[in-house]
Each structure stands twice: as C-alpha cells, then as structure tokens.
Nanobody, 122 residues
Framework: QVRLVESGGGSVQAGGSLRLSCTAS????????MAWYRQTPGKQRELVAQ???????RYGDSAQGRFTISRDKTKNTVMLQMDNLKVDDTAVYYC????????????????WGQGTQVTVSS
C-alpha cells in the first residue's frame, strides 16, 4: 500500500522560512507528478507547486517568487522550500502523488498525504 508522509510543518513568524518534505513509500515503480497543495477552513484545496515529468514545474499564484519545489525521484521525495512566509500562507499543506504506478504497465493511481500544518504569525 502506498503512503505519503509529510514533515516540516510548524509555526514561524512572517518573513521566516520553512521546508516541507514528503516521501512516498510502498510498492512504487514510477510517479509521474508530485505536488504540494494547501487548504484553509471553508476554502477549496489549492495548488501551491507541482513538478511533473514532461511538463516540468509550475507554481500557484501565491507561491510565485517565494517558494521552490524540488524532487528526488530516486527517493520518491518532494520538497517545498518556503521563504518570506506571510500570514496568508497559514494552511494545512498536503502532498500529492499522481500517475503512480506500482509496476510497469499498471494502472496509475492518485494519492494524498495526511497534511501538515503551517502557521505564520505576524
């Protein structure tokens, strides 16, 4: 069974930095895309950043110029470096793996981590 485990959330003052990490474990042959999303109460989950085979890296509007996503395919890990954090960045951040194949030619599946809280105070 595939699991995504996030780490690195916490509390920081505005202007500070945090680094999130997510590792996918289990029976994994390949992962097409890994991404970070975030969600606040009453709002839809929104894309923060994604790194995908073929299409490369894209950022949500809120992350442009402040966040950096990176991926280690050999470790099935995706990281999110968040700099110059703002109060509005406060949210639960979720790791996502899409196009995950457990074996060559198997059906692709879609997975979420359990989420990690990021709190930015003024």
């Amino acid at each position: 069974q595939v699991r995504l485990v996030e780490s690195g959330g916490g509390s920081v003052q505005a202007g500070g930095s945090l680094r999130l990490s997510c590792t996918a474990s289990g029976t994994i042959f390949s992962i097409s895309s890994m991404a970070w999303y975030r969600q606040t109460p009453g709002k839809q989950r929104e894309l923060v950043a994604q790194v995908a085979d073929g299409s490369g890296i894209r950022y949500g509007d809120s992350a442009q110029g402040r966040f950096t996503i990176s991926r280690d395919k050999t470790k099935n890990t995706v990281m999110l470096q968040m700099d110059n954090l703002k109060v509005d960045d406060t949210a639960v951040y979720y790791c996502n793996a899409d196009g995950l194949a457990e074996a060559a030619g198997s059906t692709w599946t879609y997975h979420w981590g359990q989420g990690t809280q990021v709190t930015v105070s003024s």
